[in-house]
């Protein structure tokens, strides 16, 4: 049975889209097949992230009645399979986020785990891509203000009877100031599903324009959402036995990779 994810998050910037994709890419890293949609309809960013800013068909064309939702589908070179939204300020204008949940049946026959990207904040738009949702996933950062919008995100999902897979905290630095998951865990009164930490690795793939579990698999951030993805899926996987070697950390140090 096909599921749809909705990634949410209350705050903007604190990692949904980095989320979106490394799930999508710690999914394929698992066997397993898996379709991003865009549906961050006013700032579209997995296009961006994966290398595919503006195609010729995408979800605007699909919720305008122009395409059908599997002319709208591109395949990534690692192999996730990405529904982009478009970039244009004027094709935004004629398009009607509510109309996303009318597609739900037709995205489900399109791949087998559905990710969905949201905007940031907890307006009509991010409502909209929640609407889409089997289960949502909550990403926050161990700070105050993120995790008191975590919360609203929360609420919304009980108001709206969607069920929240659990919550991830990413850009963890473990700095001593940060809250500990411990807080978070219980002002948000929902299962933590993993914890990402804070790394550099995640920068350099979005200068490469790709995900960090494909393109540094073995880093910690790229481990931990490899974690998160064989919890949901319910494989096994070890992320001790995953760690880099030697000679990777040496050529690492070196500058060579
Ligand atoms: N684990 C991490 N380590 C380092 N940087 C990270 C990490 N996760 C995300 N970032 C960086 O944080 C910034 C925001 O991430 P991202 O775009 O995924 O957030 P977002 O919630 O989708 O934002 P928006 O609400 O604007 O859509 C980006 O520059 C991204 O590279
Ligand atoms: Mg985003």
Not at 12 to 39: E, H, P, Q, S, W
Not at 83 to 99: C, D, G, I, Q, Y
Not at 191 to 201: F, R, T, Y
Request: proline share 5%; hydrophobic share 40%.
């Amino acid at each position: 049975m096909s599921k749809v994810i909705v990634i949410t998050s209350g705050k903007g910037g604190v990692g949904k889209t980095t989320t979106a994709i490394n799930l999508a890419a710690a999914m394929k890293y698992f066997g397993r097949d898996v379709l991003i949609i865009d549906g961050n309809l006013s700032t579209p960013n997995v296009g961006l992230h994966l290398n595919s800013p503006e195609v010729p068909i995408n979800l605007n064309h699909v919720l305008r009645g122009k395409a059908e939702p599997f002319e709208a589908v591109y395949e990534h070179e690692s192999g996730i399979k990405i529904m982009p939204s478009s970039l244009s300020v004027k094709e935004l204008k004629r398009t009607r986020p509510e109309r996303m949940k009318n597609f739900k049946k037709d995205f489900k026959k399109l791949s087998e785990n559905i990710i969905v990207d949201s905007s940031a904040g907890l307006g009509y738009e991010a409502v909209c891509a929640i609407e889409l949702a089997d289960e949502l996933i909550i990403v926050t950062n161990p700070e105050m203000p993120a995790v008191t919008d975590a919360l609203k995100a929360v609420k919304i999902a009980e108001e709206m009877k969607k069920p929240v897979r659990g919550i991830i905290v990413t850009r963890v630095r473990k700095d001593g100031v940060e809250l500990e998951p411990e807080v978070v865990k219980e002002m948000l009164e929902a299962p933590i599903l993993g914890m990402v930490p804070e790394d550099m690795a995640v920068k350099k793939s979005v200068r490469s324009k790709g995900a960090v579990v494909q393109l540094h698999p073995k880093s910690n951030a790229a481990r931990a959402y490899k974690e998160i993805a064989a919890k949901i899926l319910n494989v096994p996987y070890d992320s001790n036995k995953d760690r880099e070697g030697f000679f990777e950390r040496f050529s690492d140090w070196l500058g060579l990779r």
